[in-house]
């Protein structure tokens, strides 16, 4: 069968200009909506755009031992940054709560992630306190993969079921450009083969594809995975926050990848494993397993995304991209019962309207944006 590459179609994006906004102000609180009761059994909140509420991503931490150019540069992210003072970063048993309450209005999948989400202390016993609301949860989490080689065993212990572990390439001069830390290509396979031991799989291995940093590492990235059990997910490179000089111009659209890989391994498409599923998946023509590409610039999902994020300091944010969140660690802190915060987040949810990335045009330019290291990736 051949690919069939039309569905991977590329969009003419303008580029949005590079806009530097100081984080404080970029962290400004929205007013909450006026809240109706939400009743028990339904299912779930719907937003303006007529998407359910599936999906939470909870950050733990906004700092990370890596220096990601495309996420945490140095040069913003340096020895003066202000990372949240431990008393502003949500409890465990703050977070449980949170849980709770999206798991009673139909959150079906939990990641953890962050900044690095293996450097908050005992994230264990949180994945522990998670997996024990309700074992039908699917609870993940995305990491690094610095510390995974250590930390597998007692992840998996804790009730974690799956690991997506960022890797962006296998050379090591290319790797540590990216990362920023020195650190090597090595120890993070390690990282992946002691979760995959422990029965942390399949694991997702996530690369964003740089222009003229990585494009080059691709078929060679795809090629070692290929057959492992393990699925790599080719990223576009994002415009998320105001720090890393984001350019149209640095993005390697997925139909791009897709056709560096089929031309030395053929591929095929296959559809979603479930609905909203942010990859689009392509299989080896030969059956030895698959890949993902993750198209966030050239083709748009906003349209089946059912994610809400709450950040380190417990604001929900409705959009990767959104200017502003919630504050919901005044309604954990002030004596707010669990019904009332479940009424707050379904007002939220139902006022929700976002889809940036279809719209990213010189329109939203001017927009505040978040960085992804503290809203959680
Ligand atoms: N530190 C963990 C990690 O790197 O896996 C979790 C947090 S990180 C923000 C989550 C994911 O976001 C990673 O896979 C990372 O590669 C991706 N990411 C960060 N900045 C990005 C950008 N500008 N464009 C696309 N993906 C990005
Ligand atoms: Fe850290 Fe992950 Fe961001 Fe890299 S992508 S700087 S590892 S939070
Ligand atoms: Fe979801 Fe916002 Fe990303 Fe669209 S841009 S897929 S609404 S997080």
Not at 62 to 78: E, G, L
Request: charged share 25%; glycine share 8%.
């Amino acid at each position: 069968m051949r690919p069939d590459f039309t569905v991977m179609t590329e969009r003419i994006v303008r580029p949005v200009p590079h806009r530097i906004i100081p984080i404080a102000d970029a962290r400004r609180d929205r007013a909450l909506p006026a809240a109706g009761g939400h009743h028990a059994g339904s299912d779930g909140p719907v937003d303006t755009l007529g998407r359910h509420l599936h999906d939470l991503r909870i950050s733990v931490t906004d700092r990370c031992n890596f220096r990601c150019t495309y996420c945490m540069p140095k040069d913003v992210f340096d020895k003066n940054y202000q990372f949240l003072p431990h008393k502003d970063l949500l409890s465990f048993e703050e977070i449980e709560r949170v849980a709770r309450i999206f798991i009673g209005l139909g959150t079906q999948k939990i990641r953890i992630t962050g900044g690095e989400p293996l450097l908050r202390r005992n994230v264990e016993r949180l994945i522990e306190m998670l997996a024990r609301i309700d074992d039908r949860i699917d609870i993940t989490l995305t990491t690094n993969g610095s510390l995974l080689a250590r930390k597998a065993q007692s992840l998996f212990d804790a009730g974690l079921k799956r690991v997506t572990v960022s890797l962006d390439s296998l050379d090591d001069p290319t790797f540590q450009a990216m990362n920023d830390a020195e650190f090597p290509v090595e120890r993070v396979l390690q990282g992946i083969e002691a979760a995959a031991a422990v029965g942390l799989r399949p694991i997702k291995i996530n690369a964003v594809v740089k222009r003229g940093v990585n494009d080059h590492t691709i078929v060679p990235m795809a090629r070692h995975f290929k057959g492992s059990g393990h699925i790599v997910r080719f990223i576009e490179f994002m415009d998320v926050g105001a720090s890393n000089g984001w350019r149209m111009d640095d993005v390697v659209p997925s139909a791009e990848v897709v056709r560096q890989i089929n031309e030395k391994m053929p591929l095929a498409p296959i559809d979603p494993s479930y609905e909203g599923e942010v990859a689009a998946r392509w299989w080896y023509q030969d059956g030895s397993g698959e890949i993902g590409v993750i198209s966030s610039v050239t083709q748009a999902f906003c349209s089946t995304c059912t994610r809400l994020r709450l950040s380190t300091e417990g604001k929900l944010y409705t959009c990767l991209f959104a200017s502003s969140g919630y504050d919901f660690r005044s309604l954990l802190r002030g004596g707010a019962t669990d019904a009332e915060i479940a009424a707050q987040v379904a007002a939220v949810w139902r006022g929700r309207g976002d889809r940036y990335s279809e719209i990213r045009t010189a329109a939203t330019a001017g927009l505040r944006k978040i960085e992804m290291s503290y809203i959680g990736g």
